[in-house]
C-alpha cells in the first residue's frame, strides 16, 4: 500500500481481556517498529523488527506484552490481560532496512481500556 | 532526568510569526536528529533530519544542531495557520542504535 496502515483505528476493551492490534507495513520495507504513545508524553519504544533477524524487544514494558511478524510483512501486536495504564495510542511504523533518518508511521490504534 | 526534555507548550503565535521550537539532550551517542510532525489523531510525519552539528533549510523549516550544547532547534519562518500540530524531537545514536528517542512534542497554533 501507499502508506503503514494499522487496525483498528479505535478499540475499547474491557480490563482483563487480551487485545490484538495490526499493522501493515509499506510495501518493500524490511524494518518495522512499533511504539506506545501516551496522553501527554513522547512516544515510547516497544519493539522493532528487521527481516529475519530475532526482533528487538526490549522496549516492551511487561510479559503481558508480545509482537510477531509473519513473511517480513504484517505484524500483530498482542497485549494480554489488559490494564488501565495500557490505555494509549500505539503506533506502528516501517521503513527500509535499518534507517537512520526516520521512518513512516500508521496513524496508530487508539486503544481504551475500560 | 529524561534523556530528551521538550518543552510541551502549548505555544500560539500569529500567522507569519518565526516559530522557534527546542529541544535539549543528555546522550552524547546521539547522531541523528529529526523532527516530526503530529496532527491531531494521526501519526508523526517526517519533516527534517540532519547528521551531527549545523543547520539544514528546507522551504521555511530550518533546523539546527549544537552537539556540543546537546541542544537542537527548528526554526518556522512565516508560519501558517496550517501549521498548527504537535512538533516532536527525535533523536538516535546510529549504527546498532535501532529505536528513536523522542521528546514529549510541543503543541503549536498559529492563529489566522
Known amino acids: 500500500g501507499a502508506g503503514v496502515s494499522q487496525s483498528p483505528s479505535n478499540k475499547v476493551t474491557e480490563k482483563g481481556k487480551d487485545v490484538e492490534l495490526r499493522c501493515d507495513p509499506i510495501?518493500?520495507?524490511?524494518?518495522l517498529y512499533w511504539y506506545r504513545q501516551s496522553l501527554g508524553q513522547g512516544l515510547e519504544f516497544l519493539i522493532y523488527f528487521q527481516g529475519n533477524s530475532a526482533p528487538d524487544k526490549s522496549g516492551l514494558p511487561s510479559d503481558r506484552f508480545s509482537a510477531e511478524r509473519t513473511g517480513g510483512s504484517v505484524s500483530t501486536l498482542t497485549i494480554q490481560r489488559t490494564q488501565q495504564e495500557d490505555s494509549a495510542v500505539y503506533l506502528c511504523a516501517s521503513s527500509l532496512e535499518s534507517s537512520n533518518y526516520g521512518y513512516t508511521f500508521g496513524s496508530g490504534t487508539r486503544l481504551t481500556v475500560v | 532526568q529524561k534523556e530528551v526534555e521538550q518543552d510541551p507548550g502549548p505555544l500560539s503565535v500569529p500567522e507569519g510569526a518565526i516559530v522557534s521550537l527546542n529541544c535539549t539532550y543528555s546522550n552524547s551517542a546521539f547522531q541523528y536528529f529529526m523532527w516530526y510532525r503530529q496532527y491531531s489523531r494521526k501519526g508523526p510525519e517526517l519533516l527534517m533530519y540532519?547528521?551531527?552539528?549545523g543547520n539544514k533549510e528546507d522551504g521555511r523549516f530550518t533546523a539546527q544542531v549544537d552537539k556540543s550544547s546537546k541542544y537542537i532547534s527548528l526554526f518556522i519562518r512565516d508560519s501558517q495557520p496550517s501549521d498548527s500540530a504537535t512538533y516532536l524531537c527525535a533523536m538516535t545514536g546510529g549504527g546498532s542504535a535501532r529505536q528513536l528517542t523522542f521528546g514529549s512534542g510541543t503543541q503549536l497554533t498559529v492563529l489566522p
Open positions: 510495501s518493500g520495507h524490511t524494518a
Open positions: 540532519t547528521y551531527s552539528s
